[in-house]
């Protein structure tokens, strides 16, 4: 099945190549996006309809039938040997391209006015298809994508876990050609480690400010669905709340907020909770009791630059993004809300008095407890360094424990991080353990007026290595990258 699924994704990227109106990455997995959740809510539909029957229920359809996958997309003729396959009489060239973009795709986006609230799969039908629009021009290759995706099931949990799995590459190869590649695509492995730490539980209001892709939520999901503990299986109360009334999430672009209702509905979220918006547009002031959250798992955008106006909801005025989002989240916790947020190693050490009132809030506020050092090359093609701040809200700092990840290889696309990498430093937190690469900073012996958290490994003598001089150029056109996104951000204020 895997291979069949591989080979079907690569014949339809290979026609996607070839048609005049997708030229990136980005318009292969939103083209790519739209068609398979045609294909996924289509077989939604006879998975209800089946179920209705067994216990004697009507259904009624979701999709009127003359825009219902097998009315449009891939009618069936029965052939006299009982087989069925594809009329291939069906709507193909202009009149395929016509019928999408000016009868269909406006039939789904009505959807978001007609729907009975933002949780329904309906509203969800609505937000996609007013963000999407069909980029090929061509209705013959259309059509031959169309015909491809039939092919593919999402009727078992092998079959949809296959289908997340292969999404999930688009997403990671999509993030690597970019300028940005930490901006839709945390490595897993990461994703899964911080989770892990972070330790969700079943009834827990679980957020992402900055969900990207939703890797972060798609993997609580997993991890909540797939604990030990429940080897029988979830309850049917259970099963409601992760559905229902688990994870949360917010994004700002379009495109990446499309990718992440995609990549939920793939894991197995019929009606995932994402809000379409800019998070930081959102006052401080204004959150409220009912608004926080019990767990906070994110990888907000870093060396991003916010105008005047939003950096007017927070207390401490800043443009870096990252900054503005760890005050957010923050203040979105619950008294006793734990966070796994991964943010640039220098804030740790910066001496800007925003970032140092930062500091000295988080520290306050909150219980600091664990900080993951990252090597760099952790999120290829992003030229930083990072770490991760694990906190629980309602009490200040004391200690910190330290954990420097130092690996005997350089990362990078072609050798990414992997869970065993991480492994020790999971094993050693649980005891907060000291080691060669672990240390307990007592909070009382940092300078008080900088509040520096400054990761110095104690336990090791640094041993400084000569950089290639191809390492040493890499590192420079990174640079050179994030300065030109730095101008391109101060350009639009003037």
């Known amino acids: 099945m895997e291979k069949m699924f591989e080979q079907t994704f690569k014949n339809i990227d290979d026609i996607l190549h070839k048609d005049a109106g997708c030229s990136s990455e980005l318009d292969y997995v939103e083209q790519t996006s739209w068609i398979l959740f045609l294909k996924y809510l289509d077989d939604l539909e006879r998975d209800r309809a089946t179920a209705a029957e067994l216990t004697q229920r009507s259904y009624t359809p979701i999709i009127d039938e003359k825009f219902q996958w097998t009315k449009w997309a891939a009618p069936k003729l029965r052939q006299a040997n009982g087989t069925v396959k ?287 050092d990252l090597p760099g090359g952790t999120f290829t093609g992003a030229g930083v360094k990072t770490v991760v701040l694990f906190f629980e809200k309602g009490k200040p700092t004391q200690k910190t424990w330290f954990y420097q990840l130092n690996l005997d290889r350089n990362l990078g696309k072609t050798n990414p991080l992997n869970e065993d990498d991480l492994a020790e430093f999971v094993k050693l937190q649980k005891t907060f353990a000291n080691s060669e690469n672990s240390w307990t900073v007592n909070i009382n012996d940092i300078d008080q007026s900088t509040f520096d958290l400054s990761v110095k490994n104690p336990n090791k003598n640094e041993v400084v290595q000569l950089r290639s001089p191809h390492e040493i150029l890499k590192e420079m056109k990174a640079l050179d990258e994030e300065s030109t996104d730095v101008l391109e951000s101060i350009r639009d204020l003037i």
């Open 86 to 372: 594809i009329d291939y009489n069906a709507l193909t060239g202009d009149d395929l391209t016509e019928f999408v973009n000016n009868k269909l795709f406006p039939y789904l986006k009505n959807f978001k006015q007609s729907a009975q609230g933002a949780d329904t799969i309906e509203y969800k039908i609505g937000e996609i298809f007013s963000e999407l629009k069909n980029r090929l021009q061509s209705g013959y290759n259309l059509r031959e994508v169309i015909n491809l995706v039939d092919e593919l099931r999402f009727r078992t949990h092998a079959e949809k876990h296959e289908m997340s799995h292969l999404y999930e590459s688009k997403i990671k190869n999509m993030g690597n050609a970019g300028r940005n590649g930490g901006e839709y695509y945390t490595p897993r492995p990461l994703i899964t480690t911080i989770v892990k730490v972070v330790d969700p539980k079943i009834g827990d209001k679980i957020y992402d400010g900055a969900c990207g892709s939703a890797g972060f939520l798609c993997e609580a999901f997993n991890y909540l669905k797939n604990r030990p503990s429940k080897s029988s299986g979830l309850s049917t109360k259970e099963t409601e709340i992760l559905q229902k009334h688990s994870f949360f999430g917010k994004e700002k672009k379009s495109l990446a907020y499309i990718i992440g209702i995609m990549n939920m509905i793939l894991h197995g979220i019929e009606a995932p909770n994402i809000i379409h918006t800019n998070t930081l547009a959102e006052n401080l002031a204004d959150i409220q009791e009912k608004d926080r959250y019990d767990v906070v798992l994110a990888n907000p955008p870093f060396g991003g630059k916010e105008r005047a106006e939003v950096q007017q909801n927070f207390p401490i005025k800043t443009g870096e993004t990252a900054s503005l989002f760890l005050q957010h989240f923050i203040k979105i916790l619950k008294a006793g809300g734990r966070a796994g947020v991964v943010i640039k190693n220098t804030f740790l050490s910066n001496t800007d008095n925003a970032t140092i009132a930062i500091r000295k809030t988080l520290l306050e506020s909150c219980n600091l407890h664990t900080v993951l």
